[in-house]
């Protein structure tokens, strides 16, 4: 029997481990900076939750979810997005609890999953890390959020980045523009693509962002929304933009960039790679402010902020880039041992290694010394012990550092000594 991953599904091979470990770690360092803290939920959720949360029109909802009944009849989806279960969590667990320090700042990682066409960048199951902010209004916060996403490309070696942002305002707002863009979409219904007829009444500003070419020529001259926002949403936006260019952070307003999930309302981004290396203009980093989500979720009124970005787009440009991701951590300790008699010492040697926090390996296979040598040099190994049938009886090994080819005599003794951590960093500290 022959079996085969699932379509749009990888594996994640050990030789690509350390570049995951690498956007996770710098990650990691810049969520710190910002008071982020981690939330786990699980992979499945009710189907409701995000039916309701990322909204039945959005293509997520509507084409991509993996949903399933259970054996208890409960209508389930694994989760195609992190937003709805972070806010369902945040609710569910009284986040919003007066003695709970707001914002309050949470970020996630992993799997998520999507019944879309697979191809280069677009998987069935891939990977998020995002970002929720709960409790804050202040344009600060959406300037704060942008800068950390920003600040996180930058820091794994991102330069030819770009920013977009725009407003989609508040729901009153957005009724209204709705009916606008209607208006003047409808004499051109015709020409429109397929998708973007479906569109035009179900969900219109989602044709702002078709990639179709002749929906894009109708749309340049379609209203702008910013022409619809209230008051307090244009004071909003504007605040924005004066931070961020005090930030001194390039961008740009593009009024047909909408998002294609149904809860933003006014600040929504978006970070792009222009690097010629990977056609223009990828998008690896979108999300926005989402006031009215946890109320709808069941929860006090409390304004949100976040983004995701897919892991898998970030490491396609990051190759295509050529940016190095510095090498896993290196083997310590590769102990060779010469003859079937030395296999109990060589054994001993490893463990004795390992407790002393060192990497260290040996051979299983009762292999010559030359082969067990060049494993030795394959795998990075900075000492090689190796100890013989002569070396066994003397209760002694050699010792040699590979990059430098000395080699010298060292008792087992010293070996299984605590203070071997001691003579491995002034053997290696060339
Ligand atoms: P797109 O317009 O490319 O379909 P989207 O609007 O569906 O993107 P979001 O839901 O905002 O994307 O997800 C944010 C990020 O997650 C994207 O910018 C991308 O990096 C990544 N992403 C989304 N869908 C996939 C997928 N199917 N496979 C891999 N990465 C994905
Ligand atoms: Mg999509």
Redesign the pocket.
């Not at 960048?121 to 069935?124: A, I, L, S």
């Not at 998008?283 to 999300?287: D, E, S």
């Given at each position: 029997m022959n079996y085969q991953k699932p379509k749009g599904t990888a594996d994640i091979l050990p030789s690509e481990i350390a570049g995951w470990d690498y956007i996770e770690t710098v990650a990691k360092k810049e969520l710190a900076k910002y008071g982020f803290k981690e939330i786990r939920t699980p992979l499945f959720e009710s189907f409701d939750l995000f039916s309701r949360g990322v909204g039945e029109s959005s293509?997520?909802v509507s084409k991509e979810m993996y949903d399933f009944r259970d054996k208890g009849n409960r209508h389930l989806a694994l989760r195609p997005?992190g937003t709805a279960s972070v806010v369902r969590a945040y609710v569910e667990n009284k986040l919003y609890a007066p003695e709970i320090i707001k914002p309050v700042k949470l970020f996630y990682k992993g799997p998520?999953f999507?019944y879309?066409r697979p191809q280069s960048?677009?998987?069935?199951q891939?990977h998020?890390l995002g970002v929720e902010v709960f409790g804050s209004k202040n344009p600060a916060t959406d300037v704060e959020t942008i800068a950390l996403a920003f600040k996180l490309f930058n820091s794994l070696g991102l330069k030819e980045l770009k920013l977009l942002v725009n407003s989609l305002g508040d729901s009153q707002a957005r009724v209204v523009y709705r009916q606008a863009l209607i208006e003047y979409l409808e004499p051109f219904k015709e020409e429109l693509s397929k998708d973007s007829q479906i569109r035009l009444y179900k969900n219109p500003l989602r044709v702002l962002d078709s990639k179709d070419k002749i929906d894009k020529e109708i749309v340049k001259n379609a209203p702008s929304i910013l022409n619809y926002l209230s008051e307090d949403s244009k004071r909003h936006f504007s605040e924005v933009q004066k931070m961020l260019e005090a930030l001194n952070i390039p961008y740009e307003i593009d009024t047909t960039m909408v998002?294609?999930?149904d809860y933003y309302s006014d600040t929504i981004f978006?970070i792009l790679t222009t690097s010629k290396n990977f056609g223009s203009n990828t998008?690896?980093?979108?999300?926005g402010r989402y006031d009215g989500l946890v109320e709808e979720m069941g929860g006090p009124e409390t304004p949100g902020f976040g983004f995701?970005?897919?892991l898998?787009?970030?490491l396609l440009i990051m190759k295509k880039e050529e940016i190095t991701i510095p090498s896993e951590k290196v083997l310590d300790v590769y102990v060779v041992g010469i003859g079937e008699e030395t296999n109990l010492e060589t054994l001993k040697i490893v463990e004795a290694l390992r407790a002393n926090d060192l990497n260290a390996e040996r051979d299983f296979l009762f292999r010559k010394p030359k082969a067990q040598f060049k494993t030795a040099d394959k795998s990075n190994a900075r000492l090689v012990i190796t100890i013989g049938s002569s070396e066994l009886a003397e209760k002694k090994a050699r010792i040699k550092n590979m990059k430098t080819g000395g080699e010298q005599s060292i008792s087992l003794d010293e070996i299984y000594s605590p203070s071997f951590k001691n003579i491995f960093n002034l053997l290696t500290s060339d």
């Open positions: 293509d997520i997005e998520m999507r879309e960048g677009r998987m069935r891939f998020q998002r294609g999930l978006e998008t690896i980093c979108a999300g995701a970005f897919g898998e787009r970030l």
